[in-house]
């Protein structure tokens, strides 16, 4: 459940934890949405008139249901972003990630970590949504 994905979140100074969108109180200028689904569709609702959403993800599996009447009602802003068609070079931004690991200010929220020999199972976890935070694998 979104309450059981979230855990760990107030210990990291996050202001307010809730299980899904539907439960945050107040509109919002920006919304992240990677679930697809039912939790894109409360997007819509959540966002504030003229924000935006930016969309990279479909964890859920789920279809999103909207029709321009959702548009011209309220107008907002939606983005779809592909990481892989971006056109951008993933290294350097994988390098600050590492650097900010490595000097303490970023903390990764690491799930699952397992050998390589293992990569099925850690595979299988991430797709079941069976992982809170990220799954690494060792190379022993």
């Keep these: 459940s979104g309450t059981d994905r979230a855990h760990g979140l107030a210990e990291v ?3 307010e934890v809730v299980g899904s969108i539907g439960d945050a109180a107040g509109g919002f200028d920006l919304i992240l949405e990677s679930a697809g689904g039912e939790s894109l569709e409360q997007a819509f609702r959540a966002v504030n008139h003229s924000g935006t959403i930016v969309v ?3 964890s859920s599996g789920e279809p999103a249901s909207f029709s321009f009447r959702d548009f011209s009602q309220r107008p907002i802003r939606v983005e779809v972003f592909f990481v892989y068609e971006s056109g951008r070079p993933f290294r350097p931004d994988l390098q600050v990630l590492a650097d900010l690991v490595g000097e ?3 903390h990764p929220q690491v799930g699952l970590e397992v050998g390589w020999d293992e990569a099925g199972s850690a595979f299988s ?3 079941e ?3 809170n935070g990220k799954a690494v694998l060792r190379i022993d």
Excluded: Y
Aim: aromatic fraction near 6%.
């Design 13 to 15: 100074d996050a202001a």
């Design 56 to 58: 990279f993800g479909i």
């Design 104 to 106: 303490g200010s970023l």
């Design 125 to 127: 976890a991430l797709a």
């Design 129 to 131: 949504r069976r992982v």
